[in-house]
């Protein structure tokens, strides 16, 4: 590989990685500035609307990154580094079909809940919620943990 595609591959890369792990960011502090101004039934749509437009932001941002990523690491040894960053890419994309999906339940729930204002479908709610919030952290621990393996591959 030249140094010229080597150059555009590394500068895609870090374009993905930086739109990936900004959205992350991003992400939290809206729902955090949401869940404190915004009413219940508001506040579904909102997440609702900004899941399915940074759904296909953050799947392109991630698919560019785990595709220059490959393509910089392609004909290398497979040891250690390329080794966890695979693993951590399969395991991180994984985790992000089980957020999506519980995502999608989570909104699923709170729009009934705001239908019946049901108790138990409340504690429901709660419950998936602190789920939610694990699964979002063990999103960002694994982008973060790719990420430093790139940067180990990249030195």
Do not use: C, H, K
């Not at 590394?10 to 500035?33: C, D, M």
């Not at 991630?62 to 040894?77: D, E, H, I, K, N």
């Amino acid at each position: 590989m030249g140094d010229t595609t080597t150059t555009v591959l590394a500068g895609l890369l870090i374009f993905g990685t930086s739109v990936w792990i900004g959205g992350l960011i991003a992400i939290a502090v809206v729902a955090r500035v949401a869940s404190a101004t915004l009413e219940p039934a508001a506040r579904v749509a909102f997440f609702r609307s900004l899941g399915r437009s940074y759904g296909v932001v953050g799947t392109v941002a991630l698919v560019l990154a785990y595709g220059t990523g490959a393509a910089l690491v392609s004909g290398r040894s497979w040891t250690g580094a390329p080794i966890a960053a695979v693993v951590l890419a399969a395991v991180l994309a994984a985790t992000l079909a089980v957020g999506v999906a519980q995502a999608r339940r989570m909104t699923r729930l709170r729009s009934g809940l705001l239908d019946t204002n049901d108790g138990a479908a409340a504690a429901e709610v709660r419950r998936g919620a602190g789920r939610a919030g694990a699964l979002r952290a063990t999103i960002a621990l694994l982008s973060l943990a790719l990420l430093a393996v790139g940067v180990v591959l990249a030195t």
